[in-house]
């Protein structure tokens, strides 16, 4: 199978594209980031904390196909977060960027997350990768794997191997957070900080 064999996965193992796509470089505005976790969601209907999981709105469209673009939304009202979509056209599917490395356009991220202490910390979050790479919801819809687009997916010469990989409970999520769908290269320092969630107290 060829490099980019995660974008025909089917909807229904989003999770197996979530895994190849750890070590992946995602380009965009001068800065270069190596993907060190990503988080799945499917929208088919057993996973409720899917944007997509009560069917097509005009929010979530983007993760029902075609593969390769990116689904951007908005959170909290000021910052954005960025998943890739994959899987057959029709049925949603989609991998949240979480963190990541930054390999080139140092000077570049340094100056966009002025409040970043450590360069491990630049893109050490969906928000902040973000951040560094300056996109927006301008994004939305782009492909990341034509050229057409403002950000840019490329393999890394080797594949992340199964043993380099650590799995377990997605973050920032009401429902299904359990669900170990979030993965990440073991021992990484760029990998965000987990917080499970905690419900509130009506």
Not at 36 to 61: F, I, M
Not at 129 to 142: E, F, G, I, P, T
Not at 173 to 180: M, N, Q
Request: proline content about 6%; hydrophobic content about 45%; overall charge positive.
């Amino acid at each position: 199978m060829d490099d980019y064999s995660w974008l025909r996965i089917p909807a229904s193992d989003v999770d197996r594209a979530a895994r190849a796509l750890l070590g992946w470089r995602l380009a965009a505005n001068g800065v270069t980031v190596r993907l060190t976790e990503v988080e799945a969601y499917s929208g088919l209907g057993q996973d409720p904390a899917s944007h997509a999981h009560r069917g097509v709105t005009a929010r979530n469209e983007v993760m029902f196909g075609p593969a390769g673009r990116l689904y951007v939304y908005q959170i909290y009202g000021m910052h954005f977060c960025a998943n890739v979509v994959c899987g057959e056209e029709g049925v949603a599917a989609a991998v949240l960027l979480r963190a990541g490395e930054v390999v080139d356009g140092l000077e570049t991220a340094r100056a966009r997350r002025a409040a970043a202490r450590r360069d491990r910390d630049l893109a050490a979050g969906p928000a902040k990768l973000m951040q560094v790479l300056a996109l927006d919801r301008r994004a939305n819809a782009s492909s990341v794997v034509d050229g057409s687009g403002p950000a840019t997916l490329t393999p890394p010469a080797e594949p992340v191997p199964a043993a380099a990989m650590a799995a377990g409970p997605r973050v920032g999520v009401t429902s299904a957070h359990d669900v170990p769908w979030r993965f990440w290269l073991a021992g990484d320092p760029t990998v965000s900080a987990y917080r499970r969630h905690t419900a509130r107290v009506r």
